[in-house]
């Protein structure tokens, strides 16, 4: 296959994995992971993302999954990727949450293409009035954007979307 | 190369092209660049994001010329694609605003895996009343997330990204 077959693939085929064996990340892909993101685009290149790491036996993972009903997707995880907004670097909720998505979506390829598996959890995120005590963290200085469990995938994933004449506002 | 790296290099190495060729994209490539954007993930799997494109010679890019700073940048593509929210399928302002994000990603990275560039436009939206007009849109019916200005690139694009150790909240 080509570069551009790889990529286009990539973009199609990554999914939300919610099932995990107990294989543990590597330190370089923890780092591969990270470095996706912080080459993510944001609005006047203000980089507002910021990242919080919890391995597998942190108990801090225990208290977030107190405080999500999906604290079984959780638990099977190996690594927490929290990401936060600094509130200090925003400029624009509207632009700076599309550039917290695009910084979780570059991560989440990341995953996708070393092989292991994630899922964007944003339920958690209604709780972030709890959810940043837990971790230690100024609710008057970060915003929580979400919650990426990742681990080795123990299943494939699938999902579907609408087909492309429904998103489309005009034939082209 | 294989796979792996191919992906993370993309993630990495996309950077905003805002000086094109005379070049046109083939339909087939603005095909590609939807299909990155409809797959993208969000929450709920609502999907809410809506497309709408642009090309050269169509008067309504004209129109968007004379809404932005950028208008020099934005005549200068060949393409527009227009990103929006569909109001009656969104749930949630924040993460409807980070799926948005998270699908333009997606569509800038097709470009750049297409060989083509591309530049993300915020500053439009912040004249999203008159934008969404202008293009015969209803503005009780979307929101206007961003305007993609895509080409063949005529530059080569530069960025820098902050550390990680300053996105970093504690070392990993």
Redesign the interface.
Known sequence: ?D??T???D?????R?IRKFTDEALT?DE???V????????S???N?P?????LRSGDERCEALAGLTKYSHVLRGGDTLFVV?LDKAAMY????D??????????M???I????LGAV?L?EI?NQEAEVLPALG?DADAYEL??VIVAGHPAQKGS?D??P?SE????K?
């Open positions: 296959m570069e551009r790889i990529l286009l990539a973009l199609r085929q990554r939300s330190n923890i780092l591969a990270l470095e996706a993101g912080r080459w993510a685009p609005g006047m290149n980089q993302w910021r990242f919080l790491v936060l624009s909720p509207r632009k949450y599309q550039g917290a998505g695009a910084c979780i979506q570059n989440l390829l990341a996708h293409g070393l092989g964007w944003g995120i963290l954007m979400t999902s979307r609408k492309l998103l489309l506002l005009e082209i």
